[in-house]
């Protein structure tokens, strides 16, 4: 009797009631879904796709060129990862104080007006880096990085004209300005430009400036 009843002790310590083993079941099937759910975040192209646009928002935040950043990470936002999206929110936020944000320092020189209109044009404040740069020229007229600086201006906002005039001037008052010109996004516009190519690169065709 005695070793009946220590094997029915044993017995009914491993039993495991049904209840039990449903929930035992229930929280495997949440881990496998949740796993499942992390593997398919992983490689999610959507997810990829925001992540390269969160990381090309934030080179642009870096190199203080807001007006782009904000409208990459605009689009961060609508992307599928929670976490992606609420970074960008947070500097977006923060995009939003440092345009509003009144500038502390009233320039004279040329040198502080082109400074100036540079960090305009870094915000996407088209006309306030214009109004500098103009101011700059006036002071300094053969100021080659003043002039160099309103051709990319000119360019970006797409008076092609006008930035090949300024462009050409800056080399024939620099020629160390092709080189600059030939790697500087900022003249993307022209790419096309058949004058473009004939000014950056004169030694093609034999031609020069």
């Not at 090949?164 to 993307?188: G, V, W």
Request: hydrophobic letters at 35%; proline letters at 5%; a positive charge.
């Amino acid at each position: 009797m005695r070793r009946a009843g220590k094997s029915h002790k044993t017995r009914k310590a491993r039993r495991v009631s049904a209840p039990t083993q449903v929930r035992l079941l229930k929280k495997k099937e949440l881990r496998k879904g949740k796993s499942k759910e992390l593997n398919r975040l992983a490689v999610d192209p959507a997810i990829e796709q925001q992540l390269k646009a969160f990381e090309e928002a934030m080179q642009s935040f870096h190199q203080q060129k807001y007006a782009k950043a904000k409208a990459v990470f605009e689009k961060v936002i609508s992307g599928p990862g929670k976490d992606l999206a609420d970074r960008a929110r947070v500097h977006l936020r923060i995009i939003e104080q440092r345009l509003q944000r009144s500038d502390p320092v009233v320039p004279h020189s040329p040198e502080e007006h082109y400074q100036q209109g540079v960090a305009m044009m870094n915000m996407g404040r088209w006309d306030e880096a214009r109004e500098h740069l103009l101011r700059a020229r006036k002071l300094a007229p053969k100021a080659d990085y003043v002039i160099y600086a309103m051709a990319a201006l000119d360019c970006l906002t797409g008076e092609a004209e006008s930035a090949m005039e300024n462009l050409k001037l800056a080399i024939q008052l620099r020629p160390e300005n092709r080189y600059h010109a030939r790697n500087d996004e900022d003249f993307a516009f022209l790419q096309e430009d058949p004058r473009f190519t004939e000014l950056l690169y004169p030694d093609r065709d034999g031609s020069g400036t």
